[in-house]
Nanobody
């Protein structure tokens, strides 16, 4: 599966952004999928993840109640709605997929397919 994230940008604190992820190849339904971010000098963080098939998202505590992830397997697309953005949300955001685990994981090393990321910068 090939993945491509888009929708990043430079915004002020408190703003919103919606990231999109499009996939080609095999359908999303065959993978565990996730949004993962990487900030300079910090470890990668899985901010939202889904099980295979119809699944509710699971969130990292750092983004809970601010970010909303959605997945549309039929369209092979995934979104991340980010509200009330904070400077600490600044990172490159990737969509990723895993074919090697059975259930969702907060460990970014479990995801073996990564798309090109999109940069999100939150600054006043």
């Amino acid at each position: 599966v090939q993945l491509q994230a888009s929708g990043g940008g430079l915004v002020q604190p408190g703003s919103s952004l919606r990231l999109s992820c499009s996939a080609s190849g095999r359908t999303f339904s065959n993978y565990i999928v996730a949004w993962i971010r990487q900030a300079p000098g910090k470890e990668r963080e899985v901010v939202a993840r889904f099980n295979r098939g119809n699944s509710n998202p699971y969130y990292a505590d750092s983004v809970k109640d601010r970010f909303t992830a959605s997945k549309y397997a039929a369209k092979n697309t995934m979104y991340l709605q980010m509200n009330n953005l904070k400077p600490e949300d600044t990172a490159e955001y990737h969509c990723a997929a895993s074919s090697v685990i059975w259930g969702h994981s907060s460990d970014p090393t479990k995801y073996n397919y990564w798309g090109r990321g999109t940069q999100v910068t939150v600054s006043s």
